[in-house]
């Protein structure tokens, strides 16, 4: 049997917590000096395992809060585990958070080629695809303003043009099929297209079960963490909409993606006792 491209082993991302919210930094350091603080554990992965192989789609599904995104973010090197391995083999493409790394400072086509070196991406190979980036996000006119000028839509439109013109043949997903107007979706969704025919692997976290049942093969469904079913498509959709009708909550749809930066994830720790 053929190595997985991406595989997961009994992952964990724990964090610690204070047990009550502590309003002001003056509190929180007067708390710490008088050992007066307590923690507890957050797992926003607990023991979670599964295997892609080459040139399939696995979707993710969940409600809010289910460690989605957090699975792609380990999947994508940016969130190390605290507890299992995440396994990697191939040249990743990751769509996870559109505009992470760009500056505001520098203008769209600076930032090109400083966001393509943040993906690995030699300035020679930024320079031979910088027409066709250009020409997908639709901002021509724009490309030599500064970044500050651009509305968050264009910064969203010029992530996602830079990370998906690239050669690789693993692609992650976080949402990214409500990037822009319509027209521009469409554009996305035949872009993704053609990975997938082009047998590029997919990691592909969203709460469109539509999009999820259309693309993939596989699915994994994670709950507050844990891996509660994996399998075929069709079957674990049915599995996860059968469980939120039963508990009364309907799967929420996230907030569309406007190209607004994301907050950063909270940093993991080791769990124990706080000093």
């Not at 990697?88 to 070196?117: H, M, Q, Y």
Request: proline share 6%; glycine share 10%.
């Amino acid at each position: 049997m053929a190595e997985p491209v991406v595989e997961f082993r009994d992952v964990t991302v724990a964090y610690r917590v204070p047990d009550r919210r502590i309003p002001t930094l003056k509190e929180w350091v007067v708390r710490r000096l008088t050992s007066r603080i307590r923690w507890h554990e957050r797992r926003a992965l607990d023991h979670v395992s599964f295997r892609l192989e080459g040139g399939s789609a696995l979707g993710v599904i969940g409600a809010n809060g289910a460690g989605k995104s957090t699975l792609l973010r380990v999947a994508g090197g940016i969130l190390p585990p605290t507890g299992g391995q995440a396994l990697v083999r191939g040249r990743l493409a990751p769509i996870i958070e559109l505009g992470t790394g760009f500056e505001l400072e520098l203008s769209g086509r600076e930032n090109v080629f400083f966001s393509g070196a943040l993906l690995g991406r030699s300035r020679a190979e930024m320079a031979a695809r910088f027409a066709e980036i250009v020409d997908f996000s639709g901002l021509a006119e724009s490309i030599e303003a500064p970044l500050r000028t651009y509305s968050t839509g264009m910064v969203a439109r010029l992530a996602f043009a830079v990370a998906t013109a690239v050669d690789a043949n693993i692609l992650l997903l976080d949402e990214v099929l409500a990037v822009g107007d319509e027209a521009f979706r469409r554009k996305c969704q035949e872009r993704i297209s053609s990975f997938r025919d082009r047998g590029v692997t997919i990691l592909f976290v969203s709460h469109d079960l539509d999009a999820v049942r259309s693309m993939c093969d596989r699915a994994i469904w994670l709950d507050r963490g844990v891996l509660r079913a994996s399998g075929d498509t069709g079957e674990v959709v049915a599995r996860y909409l059968e469980f939120s009708a039963s508990v009364g909550a309907c799967p929420e749809p996230e907030p569309a993606i406007d190209g607004g930066l994301p907050p950063e994830p909270a940093r993991p720790v080791e769990t124990g006792p706080a000093p």
